[in-house]
């Protein structure tokens, strides 16, 4: 049954809305209350129309029900500030631009040639096809528009925001900022922000603070993602939201260049969001009919936690993002040579490597640096993606036969963004790299960047990877990107054009993967950039896994995989055992912890096996039996973190339950153990009350004291289990069936 509702828009008479129960996305626009309502989930997203021609925000939170009175708080008229203050400046608009007393990060800003720098954006016309909409919004007097689009995901309600500038006169328009979408909350006293920052080696720090009228600006000026901060955000209530319980707003940007997230409230308090490209060191000379495309805005709610939040994106990402037409492969059990080798690579060394982690039932063997041209340390050789001759006279082939009659797929690292001075391709192309004419060369990690903005350099990376894939029976390539942009010129290009480069530059990137990924189907990547400095919803599209830290140490990644898993879903998320002391912290635990610490994700193995005992071999192999039994729950299941690391406890708990709720596993850590501690009851989530599970330790062993063998899911909710350890850096898994 439809329900008529009466609300007001700001200055016009009253109006009615039907409202329906809505099951699926539906995008629906009423005419006579110019109001479009995004649906999808259990969340819903409108906007309006007012009577000067303004697209306005109006509501974004839990879908209303039908049968209560509406309330969209975001459509009456603000209050009067003052003269300082015009009600222009304090009117939310779905999507500004830089003009009419905007003072607020707009979505657009603009110059024109005559130095006008006004644009006032109003409603000229939209189109809903399924479940997308574009919404066209015009100057009041310029021939500039800018198109709206949204998206909405049927099962989770996410929208995809992502705008289109395009000129529409005889001469270049310079846009100086552009956003894929901006956002706006109701007043609200309580509104917390959460982020994910941190570092080469403790990427996807979990932080929160209070949202107030200071801007918080969430970037990377790297020219890609960054270690430092990921393009995600999450906005929750203090002392209303917690785990499980409580709204949350969230937001990802689909991008792998430099970005720019704000935050912050206006005068009168609601909170005001913008992300998209980011404006440090930005311009864009906008030719006559040409379009400026942005990236996109995934944005989403729930009403069930920081932890419902998650899940949500975690099913979004799996069903729409991934490749795979949401069934992505899981994982396989990984091998990486580094650790064991580094640059001393040669074809007996690693295939003597890949007998030993065949043996432990590894299922890919990946080569890491070293392999090819001159490169016996960093110094030397990127660019020459040829094996070396030194090192595989014969080629690559019979390491790759090898690997293959052993029962495991074959794997390569490569870093082709990025080319040595001691080089061939630098000594012949040495314009080809990012520069400054008559400037320094800033070296990192004694390596340049290749400007892939160029045209021909990225068909020259394009034609050398293909050639390598089509010369060799290649099943994966860990794509290694290791510095940022420094002297960000193109030389090459006109003045006018050649801030372009943040833009083209990542465009030709997912370009090279596309094409890549069409000739070589079968060929799956990694995104590594020193650790997690790649992971967003950009590259996501085209790899399918990225590495999440290069601090492989087993405490310091339960913090970085919590926080990883806040924005990102663990079916892409990489990590290893690796031998002790860890080379990053000098921390040194036993490998059971080692192994279940990286069973909470893709699992690789990165030990040098040279130096292994027998009872090392031994836990390897029980462990990664044990992981192939759970790897798809832990992948693409449900996540629920029971207790974090965020040190309000001793054992970090995390559990993950198939999407059929038939297997759940719990991750029991415990980090350190006090005399007297007491340890609670974990009650889990998740599971069926009604279905009756049996329980196993991972590795073997015999279940605690009180733990029973056999309990219907209703038990392990309330009752909970108990499973004491004592030490430190001590884990248990344990495997409900």
Known sequence: MTVHKTIALAGTACFSIAVSPIASAEIKYDAST?????????????????????????????????????????????????????????????????????????????????????????????????????????????????????????????????????????????????????????????????????????????DQQPIGRALTVLESRRGGTSNHMSPWFAIDQKGVTDEEHGPVWFGTLAWSGSWRISVGTDLIGRVRIAGGYNPYDFSWSLRPGETLETPVFYVGYSDDGMGGASRLQHRFQIASILPGNGRPKVRPVLYNSWEATEFHIDEAGQIALAEKAARIGVERFVMDDGWFGKRDSDRAGLGDWTPSPTKFPNGLGPLIDRVHKLGMEFGLWV??????????????????????????????????????????????????????????????????????????????????????IYVEYTRNLYYILAELKKRHPKVEIESCSSGGGRVDLGIMRYTNQVWTSDNTDAFDRLTIQDGFTHAFTPAIMMAWTTDVPNWATGRNVDLSYRFLSAMQGGLGVGNNLNKWTADDFGVATRMIADYKTIRETVQTGALYRLARPDGSGPTVDTLYVSNDRRQAVLFHMLQNYQGGDDVPAIKLRGLDPDRRYTARLAGGG????????????????????????????????????
């Not at 290694?480 to 372009?500: A, H, I, L, M, T």
């Open 415 to 500: 870093e082709p963004e990025m080319v040595n001075p001691d080089s061939d391709l630098y000594r012949a192309h040495p314009d080809w790299v990012i520069n400054f004419t008559g400037r320094p060369r800033t070296e990192a990690r004694n390596q340049l960047t290749l400007n892939l903005a160029r045209t021909d350099v990225r068909d020259h990376v394009l034609i050398v990877l293909d050639d390598l894939l089509t010369k060799n029976d290649i099943q994966y390539l860990k794509w290694d990107y290791n510095r940022s942009f420094s002297e960000p010129g193109w030389p090459e290009q006109k003045v006018e054009d050649q801030q372009r």
């Open 34 to 206: 110019r109001i479009f309502r995004l649906t999808g989930g259990e969340a819903e997203y409108d906007i309006a129309i007012d009577e000067q021609g303004y697209l306005r925000p109006a509501y974004w939170g839990k879908m209303l029900d039908a049968a209560a009175p509406i309330k969209l708080p975001l459509l009456p008229p603000p209050p009067v500030i003052g003269a300082m203050d015009p009600p222009s400046s304090v009117t939310a608009q779905e999507y500004a631009g830089q003009g009419g007393g905007i003072v607020t990060d707009p979505g657009i800003k603009v110059a024109f040639p005559d130095g006008n720098r006004d644009l006032v954006l109003k409603y000229r016309s939209h189109r809903i096809v399924g479940n997308g909409l574009t919404i066209e919004l015009a100057d009041i007097s310029r021939p500039f528009t800018v198109t709206l689009r949204y998206t909405v995901d049927p099962a989770t309600g996410v929208v995809g925001r992502s705008a289109v500038a395009r000129n529409g006169g005889n001469a270049p328009v310079r846009i100086d900022q552009i956003a894929a979408a901006t956002l706006t909350l109701p007043y609200q006293p309580n509104y917390r922000l959460s982020y994910l920052a941190g570092r080469q080696l403790a990427e996807f720090g979990f």
């Open 702 to 737: 015999k279940l605690p004291e009180g733990v029973p063998a056999s309990a219907l899911g209703s038990w392990w909710m309330s009752q909970g289990v108990t499973i004491s350890l004592r030490g430190d850096f001590r884990g248990e898994a344990l495997i409900l069936e």
